[in-house]
């Protein structure tokens, strides 16, 4: 789409390309605000799935045979012979978002997948949630995120229970 961050659809998943665009920028912004580097961007991939895609990754990847809502996946190393800074890739499952948008339409969708993308990129910069000190560390990055494209910043983990 623009600098930073490739965003893709996967297979049949159609997204008004609008929706895409705003995605994209606030993705940008909040991962900015959070501490990433243009390079860091640069090797950021976004992806959007739908349920049985998000089970069967979960399942690979993890043991558990349960669609989630957003997934981390960590490159770990730079790219050899580039500057680019390989970052990791973020999945984002399209029919969970619509089921825990707060507002209908596309407005909650984008909201709902803004916030699950600050999530994913805390996830991806070191952050968890597993235990309370370190949900607090993430929860304050998280807010970062979310301040910079204007929206709230509300987790069910605040309290340190990995969810």
Not at 94 to 119: F, K, M
Request: glycine share 12%; hydrophobic share 40%.
């Amino acid at each position: 789409m623009n600098r930073g961050i490739d965003l893709a659809c996967d297979g049949d998943i159609v997204l008004p390309r609008s929706l895409l665009r705003a995605l994209h920028r606030r993705a940008l912004r909040a991962a900015r605000a959070m501490g990433c580097t243009g390079a860091q961007l640069q090797g950021l991939t976004l992806r959007i799935v739908d349920d049985p895609t998000m089970r069967e990754l979960k399942q690979r990847h993890f043991g558990l045979d349960e669609a989630a809502d957003v997934l981390s996946f960590p490159a770990g190393e730079p790219i050899p012979g580039e500057e680019l800074e390989a970052f990791g890739e973020l999945v984002l499952n399209r029919d969970a978002v619509a089921r825990q948008a707060s507002a209908p339409g596309w407005s909650g969708w984008l909201d709902e997948a803004t916030q699950l993308t600050i999530h994913g990129v805390a996830h991806l910069q070191g952050h968890d949630h597993d235990q309370r000190t370190r949900a607090r560390r993430m929860l304050a990055r998280e807010r970062r995120g979310c301040r910079a494209v204007g929206l709230p910043c509300h987790r069910p983990y605040g309290g340190g229970m990995a969810r």
